[in-house]
T-cell receptor
Framework: KQEVTQIPAALSVPEGENLVLNCSFT??????LQWFRQDPGKGLTSLLL?????REQTSGRLNASLDKSSGRSTLYIAASQPGDSATYLC??????????????FGKGTKLTVNP | KAGVTQTPRYLIKTRGQQVTLSCSPI?????VSWYQQTPGQGLQFLFE???????NKGNFPGRFSGRQFSNSRSEMNVSTLELGDSALYLC???????????FGEGSRLTVL
């Protein structure tokens, strides 16, 4: 059974700092990995999608890497801003019951960027 | 291009009642999946529909059901509500089976 773990559960940093969020998964048989952010009481916003054949993806100040063999992904946020404060979730797409795919989520890292 | 739309955004029900939630996917997306989010369990997969067929189902009791219409809009139903069903219910759509998922704002259900 696939399990996704995100450490730390919460992180507080001063504005301008570069930071790394970690995600680990127990089964390397994944189709892709997706990073999301969630603001309080809101839905999830997709940040980056990495297919299983890829090693990294970049979007603006965000860079996500994927190492399937070790079951790890990192989300790097450069020059953090107060507006980056949110909960960041990673999810892996795996084969579920019935032969089709589903997402398995981590519990998230709650990030606070202090001005 | 409109995003994923979920209705209603908030609702309050009492134990034993039933509820129906609606999800309109992004235009052109044929896959719709549903998730339950609670503080204790996090995000858990409920089910996925593709072209009106349920392709995948999570580990939830039979009180949770869903369907998808020919226009890809989807509904989920929870019957005989329990206090533990209080949660944020999120719908997501994607173009293909391994494509990027896009989520709606969710339906916040409170069961009293």
């Amino acid at each position: 059974k696939q399990e996704v773990t995100q450490i730390p559960a919460a992180l507080s940093v001063p504005e301008g700092e570069n930071l790394v969020l970690n995600c680990s998964f127990t089964d390397s048989a994944i189709y892709n990995l997706q990073w999301f952010r969630q603001d309080p009481g809101k839905g999830l916003t997709s940040l980056l999608l990495i297919q299983s054949s890829q090693r990294e993806q970049t979007s603006g100040r965000l860079n996500a890497s994927l190492d399937k063999s070790s079951g790890r992904s990192t989300l790097y946020i450069a020059a953090s801003q107060p507006g980056d404060s949110a909960t960041y979730l990673c999810a892996v797409r795996v084969l579920g019951q019935g032969g089709s795919e589903k997402l398995v989520f981590g519990k998230g890292t709650k990030l606070t960027v202090n001005p | 291009k409109a995003g994923v739309t979920q209705t209603p955004r908030y609702l309050i029900k009492t134990r034993g009642q039933q509820v129906t939630l609606s999800c309109s996917p992004i235009s052109g997306h044929r896959s719709v999946s549903w998730y339950q989010q609670t503080p204790g369990q996090g995000l858990q997969f409920l089910f996925e529909y593709f072209s009106e067929t349920q392709r995948n189902k999570g580990n939830f009791p039979g009180r949770f059901s869903g369907r998808q219409f020919s226009n890809s809009r989807s509904e989920m139903n929870v019957s005989t509500l329990e206090l533990g069903d209080s949660a944020l219910y999120l719908c997501a759509s994607s173009f293909g089976s391994t494509g990027e998922l896009f989520f709606g704002e969710g339906s916040r259900l409170t069961v009293l």
